[in-house]
Nanobody, 125 residues
Framework: QVQLVESGGGSVQAGGSQRLACVAS????????MAWFRQAPGKEREGVAG???????GTADFVKGRFSISRDNAKNTLYLQMDSLEPEDTAMYYC???????????????????WGQGTQVTVSS
């Protein structure tokens, strides 16, 4: 059984920064695909950034240059560093994991079998 637990959400003013963390436990490994998604009220879930082992990372265009993803395999932890936050970034952020993926499916929700409970990020203007 795989469990994903997110942390690091909260309220921040526009222009500020936050770092989210997702700790994975259970039958995961360093070769698994992991990603961050978000969903704002009334909107569809969207992929934000993902990481495939061996160094490939993908970031959605709408956060490119502001958000970055990283991974510490020794700690089974995925991070999302969010800088220059905007009110439009307000959403519930979810961590997801899958045994395999490719660069085309990295930010597609159906790729992922396991999801965390989410952590709320609220950006005020």
């Amino acid at each position: 059984q795989v469990q994903l637990v997110e942390s690091g959400g909260g309220s921040v003013q526009a222009g500020g920064s936050q770092r989210l963390a997702c700790v994975a436990s259970g039958n995961t490994g360093s070769t698994w695909c992991m990603a961050w998604f978000r969903q704002a009220p009334g909107k569809e879930r969207e992929g934000v950034a993902g990481d495939i082992t061996q160094g490939f990372r993908g970031t959605a265009d709408f956060v490119k240059g502001r958000f970055s993803i990283s991974r510490d395999n020794a700690k089974n932890t995925l991070y999302l560093q969010m800088d220059s936050l905007e009110p439009e970034d307000t959403a519930m952020y979810y961590c997801a994991a899958a045994p395999q993926c490719n660069r085309w499916s990295l930010l597609q929700g159906p790729t992922y079998s396991y999801w965390g409970q989410g952590t709320q990020v609220t950006v005020s203007s």
